[in-house]
């Protein structure tokens, strides 16, 4: 159940992290349409900019042609450029002189034609630009003519600044895009104001005459960031993808349980025939060494009776005995023969790292610690441990001192059990510590004697058969006084490179 609530919650989680990526995406791709639109746009504006240049310049031309410019040629100029462009719509030539007439394609409002001339006169060669007084959204570019500082006239040309941004594209009327063009001052001439949150673009048009500021934004808000379709698209591929993995995974994970619990199935049928068999050549020695005497007494004594026999004092003792030798000499050859068969066998000695024994014995005992309610604390070096042994009688006598610990502590309400590895002095050194009872000052030198135990459905041949097995290689095991209470066992090996017991021999 536990599992499930946190596959579901990173599954989650995952969608969340999905949806921002693809909000972020969304967000920077309309960030990066916006800058690329303006770009063009700001292009297209430029570009019609730099034909009102052109424009006055034509009609600079035609007004300075002669002393007295020729009015009906320039009306037609005039009405020609504002009907092929109609974001100018006004077009005017005044005479510097008050006296002067106006020529133009409609009648000025009252001062407009003071303003022209006060800027005609003020001009150094430039073009003037400023809004047209009474028309919103409207600027006037004003240039003398000649372009002279004896110039006769000022030409003005009167631009509708929202036509200017006429035909800027289908970007422009989305809902949510802002654009907006102004004076070089700032005063606004066509467009809205941006709203809060907008992202925004503001640069002046590639005109040196018309220096107007172009402005542009988009309010980004979350159906733009997370557009339906193509968000339910991702977060259904994120979950296909996030289930499919999961399953694979869950099912490497049981494929790796299996494999493990496999291993330390093999690890326990190793160790449990192991241990049988080294129990059964205890055994087999302890019963041999129990029995040859009185074989030995009895063979003896029918000898004896045969002989007594033989000089006539019973001939009915005489098969009584054959069948008592018999008997005896098969017995001792029975005995002979199954403690041969059960006479430990040379170690395969062989270099590996203790450390693995170690921790096959931590897989192996750890069901029975979590079961008795036993904490075990293991502490292995980084560096490997090399010793020169046989790795399934070394992970016999380290599995049957760590079981022992179990059992000692076995109902305590805060067992401990620490296992420590370490290397010192060319040996390794294989501390099992617990905080049990302890070990009875009465049991203490029988304690590694086979047969020898404190319960009731032990067999008292653990601790020796491991002393045994780690004897066999210049080792030694054996009870030391702990820091606390409970008792401890050490196990010494020595490192592979020192010479055994049986390779010196």
Known sequence: MRTSVRAILAWGLSLLLAAGAMALWQ??????????????????VSQRAGQHDAHLTALSAIASASAEPARDLFLEVASTITHFYPRIDDVQLVALDPRGPVIGTGPLAPGVADRVRAAARASTGGIALMPYPGRA????????????????????????AEKLLDEAGAFWRRPGVVLALSMPDGRP?????????AVRSGRVIGSASQPLVLETGLDVGWADRLPLAPTALLLALVSLFYWAALGAWRQRARARAVA???RINALESRLAHASRVNALGEMASGLTHELTQPLTAILAQAQAGKRLAAQGRGAELESVLEGTIAQARRASSILERFRDWSRPRPASAAAFDLRDAVRNVQALLAPKAASSGARIEFSVPGEPVPVRADPVEMEQAAFNLVRNAIEAVEGRADARIAVDLRPAAGRAVLDVADNGPGVAAGIRADLFTPFSTTREDGMGLGLALSRRLVERIDGDLDLVDGAGPGATFRMTIP???EPTGEERS
């Open 27 to 44: 967000q920077q791709a309309l960030v990066r349409q916006l800058e690329e639109e303006s770009g063009a746009l700001n292009r297209l």
């Open 137 to 160: 959204h409207h600027y006037m570019m004003i240039k003398r003519s000649p372009n002279t500082p004896e110039a006769r006239h000022g030409l003005m040309l009167g631009i509708d």
């Open 189 to 197: 001439l066509a467009g809205q104001a941006h709203p809060a949150g």
């Open 260 to 262: 493990e619990q496999a």
């Open 495 to 497: 490192l592979a490179g």
